[in-house]
């Protein structure tokens, strides 16, 4: 685990035409679009993140619901929470592990991905070409094939992912709070402080059984394929507040001229031949108009309303065409 994060500070030194800013802006000609030049696998067919379109994906009976085991108490040392200079990292300890995929994966590091004031998104993983405020990872590698994440990290199927969306409610997470209330510890690159263990299960969406799966890769360098997603289709909440701790608290650099840290998702990649499975169905788009739908002014997307369900995913104009 720690040779893994050193290989990756390395590498990221390593990058030439500053490769810490080119992680956090997008539309930065020497940003995400010039990572394949130093890393060929960020070029290649089977990257992340990727827009997951609801009404091209296939389901599969025999995705088990996940089952976290040891994430209510992970142990009773404290956790070391690191910024990175590109994103805030949680170590967790290998008594965190995933049982529902066709091996054990134990548990490394959790870390989140965000935009900036003033957008509205800053995920990774979008929906039906929606994105939302923030996305948490939690990273996970096969120890029954593997010795370690670093030797996982660059097999088929060694890192197991787990993707949750964020968006903005009206309370304040408490979950997310254990990481948040400690950002201004931490808030300038290489800095790392030590929290109280928390409940971990707590970051993850109520439901874990309804989730889409895919073969990608690791959204920075060096972007190996090697990873087993799993975005859970319902999200996380956080408050307005702690949002906004999120985006404005960290810095990218050690020093004087600090450079915020935010932005630090990369840009939807091309699925090209891969398939992406639900483990569960979907209502239907003919229910879905049945149930009622409201146009939202000036974009093209309508959301609509589940039975018994506050969650809303948004579903795009495409979808109700037949209609
Ligand atoms: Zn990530």
């Given at each position: ?30 940003g ?32 088990l ?50 935009g ?16 939302t ?63 109280p263990?928390f ?12 989730y ?14 090697s ?23 960290l ?19 091309p ?11 979907q ?35 495409r979808?109700?065409?037949?209609v």
């Amino acid at each position: 685990m720690l040779f893994f994060t050193l290989l990756l500070e390395v590498i990221w030194i390593l990058t030439a035409n500053g490769a810490l800013v080119s992680s956090n802006k997008r539309t930065s000609p020497h940003g995400q679009d010039h990572w394949p030049a130093s890393y060929p696998e960020c070029g290649s067919n089977a990257q992340s993140p990727i827009n997951i379109q609801t009404d091209s994906v296939t389901f599969d009976p025999d995705l088990l619901p996940l089952q976290p085991h040891g994430y209510e108490q992970p142990g009773t040392e404290p956790l070391n929470l690191h910024n990175n200079g590109h994103t805030v990292q949680l170590s967790l300890p290998s008594t965190l592990y995933l049982e529902g995929l066709p091996r054990k994966y134990v548990a490394a590091q959790l870390h989140l991905h965000w935009g900036q004031k003033g957008t509205p998104w800053g995920s990774e993983h979008l929906i039906n070409g929606k994105a939302t405020a923030a996305e948490l990872h939690i990273v996970h590698y096969d120890s029954e094939s593997y010795e370690s994440l670093s030797e996982a990290a660059q097999r088929p199927q060694g890192l197991a992912v787990l993707g949750i969306l964020i968006e903005v409610g009206e309370t304040k997470n408490p979950a997310y709070e254990y990481i948040l209330s400690h950002l201004h510890e931490i808030k300038h690159k290489d800095q790392k402080t030590s929290i109280p263990p928390f409940n971990v299960r707590g970051l993850l969406p109520p439901l874990l059984a309804q989730y889409f799966r895919y073969n990608g890769s690791l959204t920075t360098p060096p972007c190996y394929q090697s990873v087993l997603w799993t975005v859970f289709h319902r999200r996380a909440q956080i408050s307005t507040e702690q949002l906004e701790k999120l985006r404005e608290t960290l810095f990218s650099t050690e020093e004087e001229p600090s450079e915020p840290l935010v932005q630090n998702y990369r840009a939807p990649q091309p699925l090209n031949q891969r398939m992406v499975f639900a483990s569960f169905i979907q209502d239907s788009p003919y229910t879905a108009v049945w149930t009622g739908f409201h146009s939202r002014k000036n974009n093209r997307t309508f959301s609509l309303s589940e039975h018994g369900d506050q969650d809303s995913p948004t579903v795009t104009m495409r979808r109700l065409n037949c209609v």
